[in-house]
């Protein structure tokens, strides 16, 4: 059974920084693309971003509204992905979502970490 | 950039069929995935590639795709239905993934 856990969310001042974890069970993360998905205000799905798996060359690719704020990368011995947010704006907060990627769909999801940006 | 757009809820009756659309240009040419949030969880994909099931999922769930507008079919709706219903492409010329609007689905 595939398994996604997310961590690292809470409340952080306009204009810091976070870094999410998502760590998994039941697969490798080295060996698959895996995205971060957020839910903001309950509502609406964004995409965040997207790594590549290893072996298609470990690349990130995000959302136009990152602009240059958020980076990806991962640990391989402890099958981790890490999201590392900065410049946080009030409109970042939100639920974060952790999810593998497969072909263009997102097939394994996390149970999601709540990130705040308030001052 | 791309949009899906789907309409904001669809109410029905146990045992009736509910059909769930999502609209964006040329959908047609893209590969619609649909995902299933039930409240306060995560969301769970339910149909990929247009009309594909992923392991698990009831038959009762369909879906297809014509023209500019991609269907979610539920058929004998359950109460255990009632969720969000969200449609997902891959936008090639943004290199983006685009979730439409969301679809309310209320089981009467």
């Known amino acids: 059974e595939v398994r996604l856990v997310e961590s690292g969310g809470g409340l952080v001042k306009p204009g810091g920084s976070l870094r999410l974890s998502c760590v998994a069970s039941?697969?490798?993360?080295?060996?698959?693309?895996a995205s971060w998905v957020r839910q903001v205000a309950g509502e609406d799905l964004e995409w965040v971003g997207r790594?590549?798996?290893?072996?298609?060359?470990?690349?990130?690719d995000f959302a136009n509204f990152v602009k240059a704020r958020f980076s990806l990368s991962r640990d391989h011995s402890k099958n981790m992905i890490y999201l590392q947010m900065n410049s946080l704006k009030v409109e970042d907060t939100g639920l974060y979502y952790c999810?593998?990627?497969?072909?263009?769909?997102?097939?394994?999801w996390g149970r999601g970490v709540l990130v705040t940006v308030s001052s | 950039s791309y949009v899906l757009s789907q309409p904001p809820s669809v109410s029905v009756a146990p045992g009736q069929t509910a059909t769930i659309s999502c609209g964006g240009d040329?959908?047609?040419?893209?590969?619609v995935h649909w995902y299933q949030q039930r409240p306060g969880q995560a969301p769970l994909l339910v149909i990929y590639s247009g009309d594909d099931r992923p392991s698990g999922i009831p038959e009762r769930f369909s879906g297809s795709t014509s023209g500019d507008t991609a269907t979610l079919t539920i058929n004998r709706v359950e109460v255990g239905d009632e969720a969000e219903y969200f449609c997902?492409?891959?936008?090639?010329?943004?290199?983006?993934?685009?979730f439409g609007t969301g679809t309310e689905v209320t089981v009467l």
């Open positions: 040329s959908l047609g040419r893209k590969s």
């Open positions: 039941g697969l490798s993360l080295n060996n698959v693309w």
């Open positions: 997902q492409v891959w936008d090639r010329s943004s290199n983006h993934y685009v």
């Open positions: 999810a593998t990627v497969s072909g263009s769909r997102f097939e394994f």
């Open positions: 790594i590549k798996s290893e072996i298609d060359g470990g690349t990130a």
